[in-house]
């Protein structure tokens, strides 16, 4: 069975940090892309950073840019987001994803895993 889990989640002060990760088990991350995306209350999911499955090239939103630090590790078969200066507008359930092709849009993406909550607030 497929499957991506996400943990590290939690809350956090603003200006705080946090890892997240994004472990798969039934197949293997290297030939795969990997998206994070994350949803905020009455808001569409949206796109925060992908790493490509070929030459680890890597993208950010505008709004994380910077601040949010995407990686892989293949011998773990696991893809960390590191989170730093946490703000609260960045309070959302985070997803990983992983599909064929390097992109941020959801369509591009095949398996999701269950989400983990990020909370900034003082």
């Known amino acids: 069975q497929l499957q991506l889990v996400e943990s590290g989640g939690g809350l956090v002060q603003p200006g705080g940090s946090l890892r997240l990760s994004c472990a798969a088990s039934?197949?293997?991350?290297?030939?795969?892309?990997i998206g994070w995306f994350r949803q905020a209350p009455g808001k569409e999911r949206e796109g925060v950073s992908c790493?490509?499955?070929?030459?680890?090239?890597?993208y950010y939103a505008d709004s994380v840019k910077g601040r949010f630090t995407i990686s892989r590790d293949n011998a773990k078969n696991t893809v960390y987001l590191q989170m730093n200066s946490l703000k609260p507008e960045d309070t959302a359930v985070y997803y990983c994803a992983a599909g064929s092709l390097y992109g941020i849009r959801r369509e591009e993406y095949d398996y999701w895993g269950q989400g983990t909550q990020v909370t900034v607030s003082s």
């Open positions: 790493i490509s499955s070929s030459d680890g090239s890597t």
């Open positions: 039934g197949f293997t991350l290297d030939y795969y892309a």
